[in-house]
């Protein structure tokens, strides 16, 4: 895999295409890349249908709690159109895989009641912590008015009843619009820092690029790690989790990490300022996915 070093200033790219022939797949982060929770990003959507079109293949790699399917619908109605991508992994999915092994057992949700169909057909209860071997925690009860803070409580509660709490969304924030709103894994973290027991699934953890992996294999056969690009906008989930699977990245510019997202300031020295005590390196960067 070729990665930048400390000594090689990382390109700040406008064009995608430049990059496109070295790989057969791109495995593409949905928010933050392709939509922003609100509107579609057009040049991102119409970046991977040109590289579809030229040969490659797009599996979208989300830590979205949601399943695929579940996940293909608001792609939908956010206007992110099906012949952009060929197929989605998502954090849901593989925390559906994790919860699969406490059938017969309650479990405590955290999270929007819109999750829900996370446990679908899993054989669970969702019940009080009391009676709960683990809570799941799909993000904020209402990620519009709280705050991590708003959780001391009820987190000091689950410590206290010693469960594990399996994260199935691990960005700490996204963009929202115009706005940052806290993620699941705002709430896991805290809960870690307290001595809680916390479980991942997404980004930047293994199980997902395994998922990943095989749903490549299935539309590109003999599909090796070096042939594939990450894209991203996590600097602690997308751009580290891609160089521990083995996967060359390229970092998008989103609100999350660059004031403005696409439209702010991003140059060498920025990017070099964001990457202060990250030790993988993007092979580029870009202020928005663009062909």
Request: net charge negative.
């Amino acid at each position: 895999m070729t990665l930048s070093t400390p000594d090689q200033p990382i390109p700040i790219l406008d064009s995608i295409s430049s990059l496109a022939r070295r790989y057969d797949v791109w495995l593409t982060d949905i928010w933050g890349v392709m939509h922003n929770g609100l509107q579609p990003f057009p040049r991102a959507v119409e970046a991977c249908r040109l590289f579809r079109q030229g040969g490659g293949a797009v599996i979208l790699i989300s830590n979205s709690p949601r399943p695929a399917e579940t996940a293909r619908i608001q792609l939908r109605e956010v206007g992110v159109v099906d012949d952009s991508y060929d197929s989605i992994a998502t954090s849901g999915d593989v925390t559906r895989q994790m919860i699969s092994a406490y059938r017969g057992k309650t479990i405590f949700h955290l999270g929007p009641e819109r999750d829900l169909p996370i446990y679908d057909d899993l054989g669970v209860t969702i019940g009080p912590l009391e009676e709960s071997a683990l809570v799941v925690c799909s993000g904020l009860f209402n990620d519009e008015t709280e705050t991590p803070g708003d959780y001391a409580e009820l987190l000091a509660d689950l410590r206290k009843h010693k469960l594990p709490m399996l994260c199935a969304n691990p960005d700490l924030m996204v963009e929202r619009g115009n706005r940052l709103i806290y993620c699941a894994g705002s709430i896991a973290k805290a809960y870690a820092e307290i001595g809680g027991e916390t479980i991942y699934g997404g980004k930047p953890h293994a199980p997902i690029y395994q998922l990943a992996f095989r749903q490549a294999a299935t539309r590109k056969s003999g599909i090796t790690r070096q042939r594939m690009l990450a894209i991203g906008d996590g600097l602690h989930t997308d751009i580290p989790g891609a160089a521990a699977a083995g996967v060359d990245s390229v970092f998008i510019a989103s609100a999350v990490h660059v004031p403005g997202g696409s439209e702010g300031l991003m140059d060498g020295s920025v990017l070099n300022d964001l990457l202060v005590g990250i030790d993988a390196r993007p092979v580029a960067a870009m202020k928005g996915l663009a062909w």
